[in-house]
């Protein structure tokens, strides 16, 4: 996924559209062939990855023998000192609530205007390249 998304994120800076049909696009900026090369290469490691882990998991679910008898050669029963509010799902899902909205409230907000409804700045149809 790093070459991927590095590959295709300098490809992008370098003025390639995204969502085209990038073999058939006559106006494809030369520099950024080798960035497109190379997402194809990570396009292809992801590919791989991702059916080896499909494998994986079908073949645990559908082709496991027997379960484990055993037990686990590490110590799985430690008593916890931790507080107990850690250890309840509801805190930490009002945590991720709260940090979500940290993150993405200002960025909803500087997208939208209260009057007029929502505003990009710098956007024309003819020219889809947002202006600075």
Request: no cysteine; aromatic share 12%; proline share 8%.
């Amino acid at each position: 996924m790093l070459i991927f998304g590095y590959t295709y994120g300098e490809a992008g800076i370098l003025g390639v559209p995204r969502r085209t049909d990038l073999g058939s696009a006559s106006y494809v900026n030369a520099e950024a062939v080798p960035y497109l090369n190379g997402a194809v290469i990570g396009g292809v490691l992801l590919l791989i990855s991702s059916s080896l882990l499909f494998v994986n998991i079908l073949g645990t679910l559908f082709l496991s023998k027997e379960p484990v008898s055993g037990e686990a050669p590490i110590d799985t029963h430690v008593e916890s000192k931790s507080p107990m509010i850690l250890e309840r799902w509801g805190f930490w899902l009002i945590v991720v609530l709260v940090l979500v909205v940290l993150a993405w409230g200002p960025v909803f907000l500087e997208t939208v205007n209260f009057i007029s409804g929502f505003n990009v700045q710098g956007f024309k149809p003819e020219a889809p390249i947002p202006l600075p």
